[in-house]
């Protein structure tokens, strides 16, 4: 039994209350999104305003200095925290229609998180920690070991499923992180810095893995700093003071359309303001 998709786990919510048939290619729409702290005098706008879309199949990098709104913006698409005003729409489902458990089960199935620090259980095995999401989603025991199992096998470790973290190198931990995330056959990879805690053999076997997997379909959102990872991606969003600095498509990797704003219409898409040659 596969993890069910967000519209037949939350069939009352279509795309914008209609009949669910528009924007089903975005797997994210931020529309005017701010994200406010204080008020008066100490207000801090750590996001100010921003609109983006993320197409089904894209490799997205969000790159931004500290205190630029980058983790912000990963928490609120990761749906861990809230906007202060705008709409954010996950794989066509309005997040703030939600109430708090449907937001736990679409935060489980339909997002993969793959974290800085790997986030595994310390003394379980590679496979059981696979399985983790998979048991929160009410799937059955022995259906979560084989779907665990051929997720594990996907990322080059299936002969390793009863390992423990500590048997398992970094960048093995980190695969098998990725594995996690791919379980519940998500809408979105959402990768907080994953290789930040890796040597530059582990952070190419993950950079390349992604790669792999978006070329797959997957759409991958990477939150990072480092120019080496976004150069990989399809497009990078610069984030600077919680407003979108540049939003770049990366030229000769597997076509997509121009980006453009939920405000405008594909005509009316603005052109990139700098373009990078793909590696």
């Known amino acids: 039994m ?160 009863d390992h423990q973290p500590s048997q398992l190198s970094g960048g093995q931990m980190q695969r098998v992180a990725v594995a996690r995330a791919l379980v519940t056959n998500p809408a979105m990879v959402l990768a907080d810095e994953p290789t930040g805690n890796l040597d530059s053999a582990s952070t190419a076997d993950v950079i390349r893995l992604l790669e792999e997997l978006n070329a797959e379909g997957r759409t991958i959102v990477w939150i990072t700093h480092e120019d080496e990872v976004a150069k990989h991606s399809k497009r990078r969003i610069v984030l600077v003071d919680g407003k979108i600095k540049s939003d770049d498509r990366v030229v000769g990797v597997r076509d997509l359309p121009p980006m453009y704003s939920p405000n405008q219409s594909p005509d009316q898409s603005h052109s990139p303001q700098s373009a990078h040659q793909a590696v």
Do not use: H
């Open 2 to 161: 596969r993890p069910p998709t967000p519209r037949e786990q939350f069939p009352q919510w279509s795309d914008d209350g209609t009949d669910g048939n528009e924007n089903v290619n975005n797997v994210i729409e931020i529309i005017n999104v701010s994200k406010i702290y204080g008020e008066d005098d100490s207000e801090v706008r750590a996001l100010d305003d921003i609109s983006l879309t993320i197409a089904e199949g894209d490799f997205v990098t969000i790159m931004g200095s500290s205190g630029s709104g980058k983790s912000t913006l990963m928490n609120i698409l990761g749906c861990l925290d809230v906007p202060t005003k705008g709409t954010y729409r996950l794989d066509g489902i309005d997040v703030a229609t939600l109430r708090e458990n449907d937001l736990a089960d679409l935060r489980n199935t339909r997002i993969g998180f793959i974290f800085q620090s790997f986030n595994l259980l310390r003394r379980t095995s590679a496979v059981r920690n696979v399985e983790v999401p998979l048991a929160y989603a009410g799937v059955p025991r022995r259906e979560r070991r084989t779907l665990a199992i051929k997720a594990l096998t996907a990322v080059g470790l299936g002969q390793r499923a």
